[in-house]
C-alpha cells in the first residue's frame, strides 16, 4: 500500500479535538473502519484494444471484479444495476460496454441520465477526454446553446442529459430525434439511488415513456444503472426503470481505512431558546469550527450543509475565521449548491477539481459521483435524510486509499440526536430500500397525458404504467376533456402540448425567480412549493456570500425582489397547518387506540417568520399574509380514547401539550426507516379532531397524493414509534427542546408542548398494538 497512513483519521480527530474547550465534550462516539483490499479481474475480451489503451492511459491498468460482472451483463444483452460504494469505479461498469459497442457499430447510440447537471459535466468529460474514434458524446441540458442543440440531434451518439431536458426537451420532440432512437442500444442511469418519493415515481415513469418512444423508432435499449449502496436494489431499480433489472453487488474496488466521529454539538451557557429551551451550538456553526482546523492541518475538506443558506454561512464562517490566522487560507475555501447560474457553478467545480480550493461547504449537490478524489476529510452536518446519502457522502473522504476522516455534526433534532447516542444505528444499519410510487394518481395523470401526447396510448402501453390503474386514470383525463377516447386509443387533444406544466421534480410548482431590485440582475431559483418558507417577504437570502432580504413575493409573476442588506440575524418561517381525513384506506384497532392510513386534505399558510441571531436567540416573531395552500396527500395517525389518557393520568389540560409533543418528534424519527428527511413530511394533532372523534395525531406526506413515506411509517409504525419514545427519554433537557420535541417549523411557536405527556402517549399506543 507504500506511503498509506490508516491512522491519518484519527491524527486529523485528535488535532480538531485539541481546538474544543476543556468545558465542551462533543464526542459521543469514533468508531475506525478498516480498509478493505482490491479484488482485479482481467479485461473482458470483447473490449477492443483501442478502449483498453485509452482506458489504462487514464491509469486504469485493470478494472475490478465487480465493474467487469457488470459490464459484462450489459454487454449480453441483460438490465443490470451496480450497487457499490462511493468511488468504486461505477461508471466504468457502463463505459466499457457503451464504448465497445459504439468502437465496434458506428451506428449505434446511448443515453446517460443523471440527477444533477455537475454529474452529468464530470461524466461527459470523462468520456471525450478519452478521444475515441468516431464516439461523438455530447451535452443537452438547459444550458446547451440553441445554435448546438440541431448539431446534438444529428451528430451525437451519447446524449448525456438530465431527467428534466429528457422530459421536456427530448420526448415531446422525438419526432426530431428519430435518428437517435433507431439507433438506441444503452441507457445509463447514474445514482439511480437519488430517484425517490415524488420526484423518483416521475422518473420510473417518465423511463416507460422513454422505452414507449424507443420502441415506437424499433428499438429495446438495456438499462444499466449505478447505484449507492441501498437495500434491494435488483427490485428498487426494476420498479424505477420498468425492466427487471440484475443486481451487482459485490464491491472488489479498495477503500482506505477510515475514522468515522459522531459529534453532538455541546449547550450554550447563558442562553435559551424558544419558550426557555437550552440551545445548543449549531451544527453550521460547529462545522464552520471544524473546518477551520482542518485547513489549517492543510486537510482537503469537504462538508455537506442540509439548506443552501446553510452552505454559504458556513463557508463565510469559516473564511472570517481562517482570516485571523492566514488571509492566503480565507481564500481556498468556498460554498457550492446547486441554484448557482452556470457560469458560477462551473468555475467552482473547476477550482475545486484542480485542488486551488481546499475546502468546500456544499449542499447534495456534490454528493453525486462528481469524481473528486484525494479528500482527506468529510464533514456531514445533520443527517442527510437516509443512510445511503451518508455513505455517499462519507465515501468522498479516502478515496485514494488513504486514511481518512468522517465528521457527523447532530443538529439539534430528535433524529440527529438519536444517532449520535445510538452509533450502531449510524453505522451498523442496512441501508434503506428506496421508496417511490408509480402508481401516485397526481404523478401518473400528468404523465399518461404527456405520453399522449408524445405517441397516442393503446390498450398494450397500459401494463407498463400499472395496468388498471392507469386505465381508471385516463378515464379521468377524459372526463376532464384533456383527453380523447378511440377506438384505436387516447389521444391528446390540445395543439400545446402538457409537458411544461408538469414539475417532475415534485416541488409544487414553477421556479420563482430571485431578481436584485435595484439591478435587475437575476441572483437564483427557488421552487414554488418552498418560495413561501424560503423567500417570504422580509426573508434573508444568501447567493455566493452576499446577503439580501427580500422584499416583495408575487406568485403569478414568478419573482421575488430583494435588496443588499447584511443583518445581523437569520430567519425562519412559521407555518399554520390544518387536516381534514378524505378517505381511510386501512384501520386497526387496538381497544381504546386505533391506527389509520388514509387520503388527507392538509391546508397550509405562512403565517409569521422569527428573527433569530447567530447563537440561537430570538429576537422577534413578525406576522405574514402569505395565501394558503390546500394539499391533497397520504396520512398515517393514531387516535386514543379519553379513558385511556386519564387511565394514563394526562388530564385535558395536559394532552395538546403530549400530542403535540409526541406529533413532532414522530416526524423527527421517520426518516430513520423512511427515505425522507423532516422538510418531506408534516403532521398535525389535536385533543379532538372532527372526523376521528378522538385525540388523534397524525403525520402526512408533503406531496400531491403522496410519496409512499406515510405509508412506510404505517408499515413500520412499532419501529417507528419505539425509536421516537426512546429518543424523547434520552434527552438531557427537562422539558423539551430541539433535540427532542421542538419543531423548527411549528406554525404554534412550539406552545404547548408536554415532554414527559409525550412519553406517556407514545407508551399508551406501543402498550397497545404490541
Known amino acids: 500500500m507504500g506511503d498509506v497512513r490508516p491512522e491519518r483519521g484519527r491524527i486529523l480527530l485528535d488535532r480538531v479535538l485539541a481546538g474544543v474547550p476543556a468545558n465542551e465534550n462533543p464526542l459521543t462516539h469514533a468508531e475506525d473502519l478498516p480498509e478493505r483490499e482490491a479484488r482485479y479481474a482481467e479485461w473482458p475480451s470483447w473490449a477492443p484494444a483501442e478502449l483498453v489503451s485509452a482506458l489504462q492511459m487514464k491509469g486504469l491498468q485493470k478494472p475490478w471484479s465487480h465493474q467487469v460482472e457488470a459490464a459484462s451483463h450489459v454487454w449480453e444483452g441483460r438490465h443490470v444495476v451496480l450497487s457499490t460504494g462511493t468511488a468504486s469505479g461505477k461508471s466504468l461498469a457502463y463505459q466499457l460496454p457503451v464504448l465497445s459497442s459504439m468502437l465496434t457499430d458506428k451506428r449505434c447510440t446511448a443515453l446517460y441520465l443523471a440527477p444533477t447537471k455537475a454529474l452529468g459535466y464530470d461524466q461527459l468529460r470523462t468520456v471525450q477526454d478519452m478521444n475515441l474514434t468516431g464516439v461523438r458524446a455530447s451535452s443537452f441540458d438547459g444550458d446547451t446553446p440553441m445554435n448546438e442543440r440541431d448539431w446534438v440531434r444529428a451528430h451525437a451518439r451519447w446524449v448525456f442529459t438530465n431527467p428534466d431536458m429528457l422530459h421536456r426537451g427530448i420526448l415531446p420532440a422525438h419526432a426530431r430525434w428519430a435518428q437517435f432512437f433507431r439507433r438506441l442500444r444503452y441507457v445509463v442511469v447514474d445514482e439511480a439511488h437519488a430517484y425517490r418519493g415524488v420526484f423518483g415515481s416521475h422518473v420510473a415513469l417518465l423511463l416507460r415513456r422513454l422505452s414507449r418512444v424507443a420502441a415506437h423508432y424499433g428499438t429495446s435499449p438495456v438499462f444499466v444503472a449505478a447505484s449507492a449502496t441501498v437495500s434491494d436494489p435488483g427490485v428498487s431499480v426494476s420498479r424505477l426503470t420498468g425492466a427487471e433489472c440484475i443486481a ?244 391528446w387533444t390540445s395543439h400545446d402540448r402538457p409537458h411544461a406544466g408538469v414539475d417532475i421534480r415534485g416541488s409544487g410548482g414553477e421556479q420563482i425567480v430571485v431578481v436584485e431590485a435595484d439591478t435587475g440582475r437575476m441572483l437564483g431559483t427557488v421552487d414554488g412549493g418552498s418560495a413561501s418558507m424560503a423567500v417570504h417577504p422580509g426573508a434573508v437570502y444568501l447567493h455566493q456570500g452576499q446577503s439580501y432580504v427580500v422584499d416583495d413575493l408575487d406568485f403569478e409573476s ?43 386534505a392538509v391546508t397550509s399558510q405562512v403565517v409569521a417568520y422569527l428573527r433569530r441571531l447567530p447563537s440561537g436567540q430570538v429576537l422577534d416573531q413578525i406576522p405574514l399574509d402569505l395565501p394558503e395552500r390546500t394539499l391533497e396527500t397520504r396520512a398515517v395517525w393514531y387516535t386514543i380514547t379519553e379513558d385511556l389518557l386519564r387511565a394514563a393520568g394526562l388530564d385535558r389540560a395536559q394532552v395538546p401539550g403530549a400530542l403535540h409533543a409526541a406529533e413532532h418528534a414522530a416526524i423527527g424519527l421517520l426518516p430513520l426507516l423512511a427515505t425522507c428527511d423532516r422538510w418531506d413530511i408534516g403532521g398535525v394533532s389535536t385533543a379532538l379532531h372532527p372526523d376521528t372523534g378522538e385525540a388523534t395525531v397524525f403525520v402526512h406526506d408533503g406531496h400531491p397524493g403522496g410519496a409512499g413515506f406515510a405509508d412506510r411509517g404505517h408499515d413500520k409504525i412499532k419501529p417507528w414509534l419505539h425509536a421516537t419514545r426512546r429518543a424523547i427519554a434520552a434527552c438531557e433537557c427537562p422539558t423539551g427542546c430541539p433535540s427532542c420535541v421542538q419543531s423548527p417549523k411549528c406554525g404554534n411557536g412550539n406552545e404547548p408542548l408536554n415532554k414527559q405527556g409525550a412519553i406517556q402517549v407514545l407508551t399508551i399506543v406501543l402498550d397497545a398494538i404490541t
Open 248 to 491: 451487482v453487488t459485490e464491491d472488489g474496488s479498495p477503500r482506505g481505512a477510515r475514522t468515522v466521529a459522531l459529534w453532538e454539538p455541546p449547550l450554550i451557557d447563558d442562553l435559551v431558546g424558544e419558550n426557555g429551551a437550552p440551545v445548543r451550538r449549531s451544527a453550521g456553526a460547529e462545522t464552520s469550527r471544524i473546518m477551520t482546523d482542518l485547513v489549517v492541518e492543510g486537510a482537503r475538506t469537504l462538508a455537506f450543509i442540509r439548506s443552501r443558506r446553510g452552505a454559504e454561512l458556513t463557508a463565510l464562517s469559516t473564511k472570517h475565521a481562517l482570516s485571523q490566522v492566514d488571509s492566503a487560507l480565507a481564500r481556498r475555501v468556498a460554498a457550492y449548491r446547486s441554484g448557482f447560474l452556470p457560469e458560477e457553478r462551473r468555475a467552482l467545480e473547476k477550482s475545486l477539481a484542480s485542488g486551488e480550493l481546499l475546502a468546500v461547504a456544499s449542499t447534495n449537490a456534490l454528493e453525486l459521483g462528481v469524481d473528486i478524489a484525494g479528500l482527506d476529510a468529510v464533514v456531514v452536518a445533520g443527517y442527510p435524510g437516509t443512510l445511503a446519502s451518508f455513505w455517499q457522502q462519507a465515501g468522498r473522504a479516502g478515496r485514494e486509499n488513504d486514511g481518512a476522516l468522517v465528521i457527523f455534526v447532530a443538529r439539534d433534532d430528535p433524529l440527529d440526536t438519536y444517532l449520535v447516542h445510538n452509533p450502531a444505528a449510524m453505522l451498523h444499519r442496512p441501508v434503506e430500500a428506496t421508496v417511490l410510487d408509480p402508481a401516485n394518481p397526481y404523478v401518473l395523470a400528468p404523465q399518461l397525458a404527456c405520453a399522449a401526447a408524445e405517441l397516442p396510448l393503446k390498450t398494450a402501453d397500459l401494463r407498463a404504467f400499472g395496468g388498471e390503474v392507469a386505465r381508471e386514470v385516463l378515464d379521468g383525463l377524459v372526463a376532464e376533456g384533456a383527453l380523447r377516447k378511440r377506438p384505436a386509443g387516447w389521444y
Open 558 to 600: 414568478g419573482l421575488a425582489m430583494v435588496h443588499g442588506e447584511d443583518p445581523d440575524w437569520t430567519t425562519q418561517p412559521r407555518e399554520k397547518v390544518d387536516i381534514a381525513v378524505l378517505r381511510e384506506l386501512t384501520r386497526k384497532d387496538y381497544g381504546g387506540v386505533s391506527v389509520c392510513l388514509g387520503d388527507v
